[in-house]
């Protein structure tokens, strides 16, 4: 959130930040690769240790849990791409399910609460982006007030109650295969839907102006990028989406509880962040994020399967996500010394950063097991 | 620069690789420090993989000494059934989570699997899904709703928790009554939200009137949460006489801002606790009296029902009987609201002359 800070500092620093910044995009070319390499790894390491993993019925099972993240994210991306972030958009999930919930409870055709839903979310998206892109509040200001307002209006909705007893044709949407294959609607639906945004982020001008409010929002709107424009419209999508991927999610259920979805938003920007997207805005891919999401999924599957508790489950992808920001600081001081003093800094360094995570497993596994003994 | 690139690679495949192994070993009781020695140790399983060998009970949520407890229960059952009992459930009480973890269960094609939900109509479709691979599901503590599970072990009457707690804060109250207050846990927990109405329905009683129910705040099962929310009540209605939390994180965190803030013998907090947490509070008059099955009981009893289920000696019908060990016989139960259940018990009182019997 230093982006402006940063900004300042440039003229002096000019030139180093010039190298960093040059080293950088070198490495988040090459970050994809990163995680095309550790997908394999997973794979290949789970299929060793697991002779569930490599299931196509396991696999269609769990891809879906992992669907209304993947939704959230894209336009998670776009919003990340120009330096800003939307924390409020699994209460805006919450949010709109809820409300398609209360009205199925007050007996109203399933399609227009459905719709009334997705129109809700898409209200939401445009509170944010009136806030952010014509206002121009902080975004992480206006999506941590939007975060609470959204789930306590769920809360609102259904109270304690539920919304049960959705109807086959809309729990499909959830808990449905395409066409007889093994392929989740809601995974067929991601597909499609991360082509599109990947199109439009990489071969459109609305695309290159995301990177340019990103990279510079004083210079983009110098150069005419209608910024708070495009600003209020990715909200506006974000609402969009959160809200579908509320849908989902109770058709995934068959029911719906206003709490639902409660803390998905980490998840989400964990995946974007862990896909090479900068929190700063300017560089990631579309792809890399969706590859990040694969990753995480097939990661998550995989330690499931050899039951090894959640809670350390979420400390693996916690320090990959770690690890992922320490790599391009390493290769940006890396590359601004001069080659032949470099290796055994780098070396050192990296070293030192493998046993101090290498102590924490260690103490983590020394006091479970003490724990356990003692029991 | 290339080469940097192939350095750095490697060691965050190190690292990563080094991770999962060590995940890997510590919670398999496999050792499997390395991919040469796992690859050797993957035929063996897949032997496995026809016959199932681990029953698997699924809490709420980790690191909550009341499932804990239950899972005491649940191993000494699993010692005298001579079976493997896993104890796996979710970081926190939260349905996403906890349907992500029981899709690797499924996955695994485990045995049988014991639930507690964290949502009785989120778990349905997940519940029919383990049922349909030929797992059976047995849910204790808090159901899911009856078309996704065998049947419930039920550990009392929701009647009978909330009687005896409007009856408990009766007495602590007094001849005068007097405001009382309830410090639930999430305001979407099925069970306490079945006791609150209970609990409702009983202070419409006579002998109740003089008790007034000013709120029902909620704690989410968090200690801080449910600390601060008590100390809000305590400021808000000055006046209060009893609080009943039903829930064990709340009324131990409850009955300790009692304590901190100085209000014992003003303000009395009762509910449902465990001895061990409640000990010190039963003693220092906080808490004089307060409401429980027993939950390693409980989870002794899951892993005898689903191990019926498993060996084929019910088929999970109205009026299936099967033998738990130290417990007796049950015999499965059809009831309206609940569906096919079994009874665990009464619930029990703990007081002052009671509770050092009690160690758990």
Redesign the interface.
Known sequence: MKAENSQELKPETLIAEKAEHYSLSTLFKHWEWMLVGLIIAVVLVNTNLSPYFLNANNLSRTSSDFMEIGLMMLPMVFIIVTGNIDLSVASNMGMSASFMGLLHNMGVNIWVAALAGLLLGTLGGVLNGYLVGRVKLPALVVTLGTYAFFRGLAYGFLGDQAARNYPPEFTYFGQGKVFGTLVPFSVALFAVLAILFGLVLHKTTFGRYLYAIGNNENAAIYSGVPVSKIKFRIYVLSGFISALAGLILAARFGSTRPDNGTGLELSVITAAVLGGLDINGGKGTMYGAALSLLLIGLLKFGMGLMNIQSQVQSMVVGLLLIISILLPHFVSQISSIRKDRIRWKSILAIVAVVLVFAAFFAFFFWSRAAVIASV | ?KR??L???V??????????S???S???EAP?AE?SA??EE?AP??EA?STCSDYVLVPKN??NPYF?TAD?GAQEAAGELGITV?Y?????A????Q???L???????VCGLAISAD????L??TGK?AMEAGIPVVTFDSAI?PDGRNFHVNQAVAQDIGAIQIQMASELAGEAGGQIAVLSA???APNQ?TWIEVMKEELTKDEYANLELVEVVYGDDDDTKSYNEAQALFTKYPDLKVIISPTTVGVAATARAVTDAGLIGQVFVTGLGTPNQMREYVKNGASPEFALWNPGDLGYLSVYAMHALATGEITGAVGDTFSAGKLGDYTIEDDPDLGLNVLLGLPFIYNADNIDDFDW
């Open positions: 620069m940097n690139y350095f750095l690679t060691a965050a495949l190190l690292v990563f690789g080094m991770a999962l060590a995940c890997s510590a919670a398999t499997a991919e796992a690859m993957a399983m897949e993989a980790l690191g804990d005491t896993l796996q459930g979710p970081a926190t939260d349905a996403t989570e349907i992500t973890l899709n690797s269960l499924i996955a695994q094609n949502d009785s109509d989120a349905v479709p899904a709703a999430t305001s979407t939200n």
